[in-house]
């Protein structure tokens, strides 16, 4: 078993100068707390760098290594390049993985991988191992493809989704991953040789009955049908070997694609960005020139009540002074007229003449009528009152108050999604930075040839298994014939071949045996774990399928067929937990960030189960995703040691121990 | 009747509150806001009166081209027999007004006063 003892890092990304963290010698659980950006998945990858010499980044890509040394360090002292120093121990032994990168002897300021050297060497109870015994010796304590199992990141655990599907290529190579540290290689590289050493014994059999007068025909036949075979096999063989290259690269262009939707659907949404603030802007200035407008006559919204009440009140001295007036035009026409009467003594209407009484009384009303000088001068008034009026309402307007407001709000409405959208056009525009469409139009390109290229494959391989499968019923119906002569040495080499005929069909056997054992050992692992780990009372339990892909099972007894990526994280940690139990090859759990996904029952139920998943548990995450005095509450004695990552600087984290 | 000015203006202090008036609120023109103000010492009561130290910043035949300023001082204030000096005294004491206005309320917005003065006196 693998147990991690110790490591030091120098001038391994934040981490400035040597820094080291030691891990308890009884395994338990030891976590490492740090906030975003102060360096967790830095020292996952640091466990990753000194036992494989890569650096996977977010996305699952592999970094650049030029980019991990310290940059403080490389502008503070000049000095570049990294080193991880990895203490362990395994089966006993004790060893000390040392990997480094420096800068090639003349290169003072590197800028690129090529510029670097990497020096790495293991040494075992004291001893420096060979280069090459060195490499083994690792291979074979933590090979690299089964590191996803050990070494991984709680954000790409929904990748295990990919094994309910049978097609996905990602599927398969977990499958694959799983099946070699459970152990099953063991087998089929003895199915392997067994049929290889059954193909020999075959060659031997027809060289045999090659120097048989007898059956020297058949042998003859038989050797050219082992020969054709061969070169059938070998075929067949390449066009395996090619096919497993397609699909590799098939699945490294699916990653890359799927981030290259990403970028599409930033590309796609940063032109929607560019559009929408162009029309805000373009709104923006119509709006403004609205509201300019409503400001220039704002004055006369302000000032409407006034003028209303003295235009009013001038309208109402108007209308007095338009009674007087016609009054006044009234009695002037009569005056007239008694006028008139006054001067000819009689009456103008009935001709009746006027007496002494008669002529007083009017003579009095004539002397009462308004004076044509006064009247004139209300008619002067009228039309200057008139004009008054007309000005005012020249000026009059309606308060213009909640239009202005309408519009006011309507810009600051404007102004404020004009500024988020240029907020995110920014974060757009640094995610698509150096961002290249015609290499984003290559990837689809090659994407669809290596499609194209696995269907030709598939085809060939049909092909050649046909032909393959025929060659084989004519060996062996060749054989049937050769065994129907009696000869010493052709019996002895028909026993041989068919005696590792049997075992490779044992072995084949075996495979099968030992896969459904296995299956099924980890779906009742993997269910013990999900039981523990989910607060969903109504799940009883994980199927496993042919591909190690797990579904929940509910109460009920049906599948649940879509999942939460909650549950789906639940689901993957009881896989890991599984194998970890059933795999020969154990080791340590490093989990960067497991909980993020989780709410607060599920991360107590899974803190809970850590101790039982692996000996070995050492958690890096922030501590608003996990507690510390709650996981002191929950592990108690199996919390072994606590670690901080702290701020020196946005390029210098620094790491204390707490506990 | 007195003589009327053929120029009108503020005091420095004014024209300094005009600017920030201008710049914040988005008025078009700067007569745009020293009508604003007029109407807002009107609005509030205010008479006219003198002037001490106010520069030359509009022709009145520009500042009032059809005259309906002139014929509105004169409406509201017939007793002024000089309606662009008055007219002028009004819209000084309207900065003085919007400069208090401003320093209780820095965020001012002309549309809130516009509801407020126009409310109160409705």
Request: neutral net charge; contains cysteine.
């Amino acid at each position: 078993m693998l147990a991690i003892r110790s490591i030091t890092l120098t001038d391994f990304g934040p981490f400035k100068d040597e820094q080291r963290i030691a891990f308890p010698a009884d395994g338990g659980v030891s976590i490492i707390y740090g906030e975003n950006m102060r360096g967790k998945t830095t020292l996952l990858n640091a466990i990753r760098y000194a036992l494989f010499g890569r650096v996977i980044a977010r996305g699952a890509t592999e970094m650049a290594l030029h980019q991990i040394g310290n940059w403080e360090t490389a502008k503070e002292k000049g000095k570049y390049g990294f080193k991880v120093v990895l203490e362990f121990e395994h089966e006993g032994s004790k060893y000390e993985l040392t990997r480094e990168h420096r800068p090639r002897p003349g290169v003072t300021k590197p800028e690129t991988d090529i510029d670097y050297l990497q020096e790495c060497f293991l040494r075992k109870d004291g001893t420096v191992l060979g280069p090459d015994q060195g490499t083994s010796e690792l291979a074979r304590i933590m090979p690299e493809t089964v590191s996803r199992f050990f070494l991984f990141d709680g954000e790409l655990l929904q990748q295990y989704e990919e094994l309910l599907r049978n097609e996905s290529d990602m599927g398969r190579n977990i499958k694959d991953a799983i099946e070699k540290i459970l152990g099953v290689p063991v087998l089929t590289n003895g199915r392997t040789d067994f049929s290889e050493m059954a193909k020999e014994a075959q060659k031997r059999e027809a060289k045999a009955a090659q120097k048989n007068q007898k059956t020297q025909a058949l042998g003859n036949q038989q050797q050219a049908l082992i020969t054709q075979r061969e070169g059938l096999q070998s075929e067949l063989d390449r066009q395996k070997k090619e096919l497993d290259a397609a699909r590799a690269t098939k699945a490294s262009k699916e990653d890359e694609l799927r981030k290259t939707e990403r970028t599409k659907a930033l590309l796609d949404e940063r032109v929607r960005l560019q559009e929408e603030i162009s029309g805000a802007e373009t709104r923006l200035k119509e709006k403004d020139e609205k509201r300019k407008e409503l400001l220039t006559v704002a004055w006369k919204g302000l000032l409407s009540s006034r003028i209303r009440a003295t235009r009013e009140a001038l309208q109402m001295e108007l209308d007095a002074m338009r009674e007087t007036h016609r009054k006044a035009v009234v009695t002037e026409d009569l005056s007239e007229k008694l006028r008139a009467a006054l001067a000819a003594g009689e009456c103008s209407t009935c001709g009746q003449g006027l007496g002494a009484e008669a002529k007083e009384r009017i003579g009095k009303l004539v002397a009462q009528s308004m004076p044509k000088e006064e009247r004139l001068k209300i008619e002067t008034s009228i039309q200057k009152l008139d004009t008054r009026i007309a000005a005012l309402r020249q000026s009059e307007s309606g308060s213009n108050a909640d239009l202005l407001r309408e519009v006011q709000d309507a810009i600051d409405d404007l102004k404020v999604r004009k500024a988020a959208a240029e907020d995110k056009l920014i974060d757009i525009r640094e995610q698509t930075k150096g961002l290249d469409e015609a290499e984003v139009r290559k990837l689809y390109g090659e994407y669809d040839k290596t499609v194209a290229d696995i269907g030709l494959l598939q085809n060939g391989i049909t092909n050649s298994e046909g032909a393959l499968a025929s060659i084989n019923d004519q060996i062996t119906r060749v054989a049937a014939e050769m065994a129907k002569f009696a000869d010493a040495d052709l019996e002895s080499e028909r026993a041989r071949k068919e005696l590792c005929e049997k075992l490779k069909d044992l072995f084949s056997q075996a495979v099968d045996a030992y896969r459904e054992r296995l299956r099924g050992k980890v779906e009742k692992d993997a269910t013990s774990l999900f039981v523990q780990l989910t607060s969903e009372p109504e799940y009883k339990g994980l199927s496993i399928n042919d591909s190690y892909g797990l579904t929940i099972v509910h109460q009920d007894g049906t599948t649940i067929p879509v999942r939460s990526a909650g549950a789906e994280h639940i689901v993957a940690l009881s896989l890991m937990g599984a194998l970890q139990r059933n795999a020969p090859l154990r080791g340590p759990i490093v989990m960067d960030s497991p909980f993020g996904r989780l709410d607060d029952a599920h991360t107590t139920k899974v803190v809970q189960a850590l101790p039982d998943m692996a000996s070995q548990v050492m958690l890096l995450v922030y501590e608003s995703e996990l507690d510390p005095k709650d996981v002191r509450n929950q592990l108690k004695g199996k919390l072994k040691k606590e670690y901080k990552i702290g701020r020196k600087s946005a390029r210098y984290s620094i790491i204390e121990s707490i506990a | 009747m007195a003589e009327d000015k053929k120029t009108i203006g503020l005091t420095e202090s004014n024209k300094k509150i005009m600017d920030q008036l201008v710049e914040k609120a988005g008025f078009k023109r700067d007569m745009d806001a020293a009508k604003f103000a007029f109407a807002l010492a009107v609005n509030r009561g205010k008479e006219p009166g003198s002037v001490e130290g106010a520069g030359t910043i509009w022709n009145v035949g520009s500042f009032d081209e059809g005259g309906d300023l002139k014929a509105l001082v004169q409406n509201l204030f017939p007793n002024a027999d000089a309606p662009y000096r008055a007219l002028e005294s009004l819209m000084n004491t309207g900065f003085a007004l919007l400069a208090d206005e401003m320093k209780a309320n820095p965020g001012l917005r002309v549309e809130n006063l516009l509801k407020n003065d126009a409310d109160v006196k409705a």
